[in-house]
DNA sequence: TAATACTCTTGACATCTGTCAAGACGAATG
DNA sequence: CATTCGTCTTGACAGATGTCAAGAGTATTA
């Protein structure tokens, strides 16, 4: 089971058969039916899971509204960044969007090898550099943009997400509502202009 | 100098005295006018840079308009992240809003010395960490806040660049335009009903 | 000093998006 | 099968924000 996680952290930096060991032996499989909350709101981020099998999201509350902030799907770490980084309280929220498959490694386990193989620190910088990319990006989606196209560029870049995801989280992933997003969809899959009509 | 550059990296990791003495010996110092440009549009950005005195501020285009993607001070790094880490042409923007000095170091020298000092990367992961942080906090400011929720937030948090940096930027720091913001200003200024009229 | 440029403000109006309400449709459940 | 629930859509309306235009005030420069 942790050859996934193994894996993904070979993808970013060097590995070395001490720490694979180390790996093997903290790792830890949790399994999520669809719908259920793995961080609760004020609880601290302890822990860093990579994604085997399903989808997650994250979002936070804001006026009584949900505001997604990601979708995680195969091959994606799921933490709340911000709890993680601070170790204090998340107001980020995260939950199964499908049955979910993750492999965890404990927060101390973490800082642990950081101290331990100085080289782990270089798989931690790829991955929060990494991160913070999507976040900067999504960012850059988000401003500017009218709420068209916003889904126009979140449809090309994340086909998938489409028809796994509900609009309603789209939406809120999106800064809009519902109901604007249901327009806009309405809109663009519809002539530009009024000569079919007759 | 490079006493500054030195002291900025102790705070967020351990450096050695090798390490100490690779930075003091590739640390270059650069000057700018306010106005200037440190990073064009389409450059790549090859090197990682410590404000020691002045402003700069980071922004892309969008559709015409400027969008401004981050301020950055005295104490702060600063570099166009995506396109550091991806090494590609940047669509950011970083240009000076005061006179300011800045002490840099080239990317090579940085992955050499993430190399040749693993502990390195603890530094780099913490910088990263805390620009992330920022960024998520920025982006949850602009998220679901109206246009006065938001400028109230930015007043608090930064009293300093109210004074520094012009309206025009802080507007499109927090996505509204310069005459929402001069409105939204001139509103909370001023008394919240009508009971003052009399 | 006069001329110019720049910043910020204000007004009028248009447009976008959110809110509230209702309904169609399909999936899940008893 | 009937019911309920959740998802998505559509309409009417209101409010927030953008756009265009103009003007006041200040700093900069010749």
Redesign the pocket.
């Known amino acids: 089971m942790p050859d996934q996680l193994v894996a993904k952290f070979r993808e970013l930096g060097p590995v070395s058969a001490e720490m694979e060991a180390k790996i093997r032996e903290e790792a830890f499989t949790e399994e999520y039916k669809a719908g259920k909350i793995i961080l609760h709101q004020g609880e601290v981020c302890r822990k860093i899971c990579l994604v085997t099998k399903g989808l997650t999201r994250s979002y936070y509350i804001n006026d009584g509204k949900e505001v997604t902030s990601r979708f995680m799907g195969e091959g994606f770490i799921v933490t709340s960044w911000i709890s993680y980084y601070t170790q204090k309280p998340t107001a980020e929220i995260i939950e199964t969007l499908e049955d979910t498959t993750l492999i965890c490694l404990h927060e101390p386990v973490i800082q642990k090898m950081y101290q331990d193989f100085p080289a782990s620190n270089i798989i931690g910088r790829e991955q929060v550099e990494y991160a913070f990319f999507l976040s900067e990006k999504r960012t850059q989606l988000l401003r500017g943009l009218?709420?068209?196209e916003r889904f126009s560029t979140f449809a090309d870049e994340n086909p998938t997400l489409l028809t796994r995801v509900?609009?309603?989280h789209i939406a809120s992933y999106l800064?809009?509502?519902?109901?604007?997003?249901?327009?806009v969809?309405?809109k663009m899959y519809r002539p530009k202009n009024g000569i079919a009509n007759s």
Request: aromatic share 0%.
């Open positions: 009218t709420a068209g509900s609009m309603k800064g809009m509502t519902e109901e604007t997003l249901s327009r969809r309405s």
